[in-house]
């Protein structure tokens, strides 16, 4: 088992430093924080008083700041560093965007940056979050309009991003976990998907956290009842707050009048899916939704179930597991969304647990069952759960779900095994 002597941890594309607070939170002391975001780096840097030891906010774009010159001025040797973390831009990857994953020039530049700190510092572990889209995304883009006309190159299609990233890891000799993470399993008050990806050094994977067995889902009540002001709410128009009168707590667009549905919600009306967050309002005894960074919009809106108003700030950094207190830069939009893209604190503290019982030599589960929620989701099947080694004879990968014909894996059967039979009952 490959120890680390410290756990010193560095973080790239920080944020507002949701992953650290977590990753702290189970032990691990961070070192350095890289960030552009001027917002984000005044939130940073507003919470460096309540850290016990140092920690240097770099700002600066990833791809301008050197790894071995930073390696050097924090004093430590190639292989010292525990833990490697980052939360790289997630836009080109969410299914909400365009998706042009490397020739969108946020991912072009900061992942393979991110790869050359790995080479450079050569840590006992890197941990990386994301939108589930990233397991999916393609390494080259086809624009929609232009797929049909001639067969998919491997680079086009989909999961060959996270096929990249992967061998680029095993490469250097860890061994690479992922997998979808659902935050209200980690007593998270909120349901919230994530890409995880967990690179250790050696051929003994750090198996993706298991969700915690008959643990209790903490709802909306749950996170604010210590809540006593919402802090900054983002206005809704006279327009919405007429519309949000006649949704009752829980409710969605389908409670709306039909002439209304259709009147309100655009094309967005007839398509097939994709429509539940339409005109919502919030229940107190569920977890919250998704806390997203436009929390007014008609389509992702988090309205309170007792009044027709936004979520405050406070309350969406509550749900987040914040810790209580914590100050944001920027405007009031900029400040949600921060508190939007963070990765929750409480999940990250259980990444982080999950990472040090690793580093202690602990038994860890070796073959982790996907979640009921994934089991029954066709759409978040594709790819979402393996690890992979590097072997004699190239990278070798193990998942545990079924993988379509139109995946990268499938086209790649000699690098592929299962674990036994143990996930063929899985649709």
Known sequence: MDRPDNNFSLSLCSGAGGLDIGLEAAGLETIAQIEIDRDCVQTLSEFQHKRSGRCEVIERRLEDVSPALLRR?????????????????????TTHGLRQAMRDGRAAGVFPSYLDFVREFMPHAAVMENVDGLL????????LNERGLKPMRMEEMKGSFLRWLVEE???LGYAVSWGLVEAADHGVPQYRQRAILIAVRGDEPCYIPAEKPNAERRT????????KHPGPIQPLSERKREIYKLIPPGGNWRNLPRELQAATMGAAYLATGGKGGWW???AWDEPSPTILGMPDHSSTGLIHPDEIRCLGLYECS???TFPKGMSFGG???SQYQQVGNAVPPRLAKAIGQHLLRHFSGKKLNRVPAPPEWRQSSANRRIGTHGWAVATTAGMKATLNVKVRDDHIWAVLPDMIRRPNDLFSEVA
């Open 73 to 93: 001025r924090l004093g430590l040797k190639r292989g010292q560093l525990a833990v490697l973390a980052g939360g790289p831009p997630c836009q080109p990857f």
């Open 220 to 227: 909306l009540r749950d996170a604010l009842r210590a809540i």
């Open 169 to 171: 890891f095993t490469r």
């Open 280 to 282: 919502r309002r919030l």
């Open 331 to 333: 405007t009031p939009r």
């Open 318 to 320: 509550a749900i987040q």
């Open 136 to 143: 999916s995304a393609a390494l080259v883009h086809r624009p």
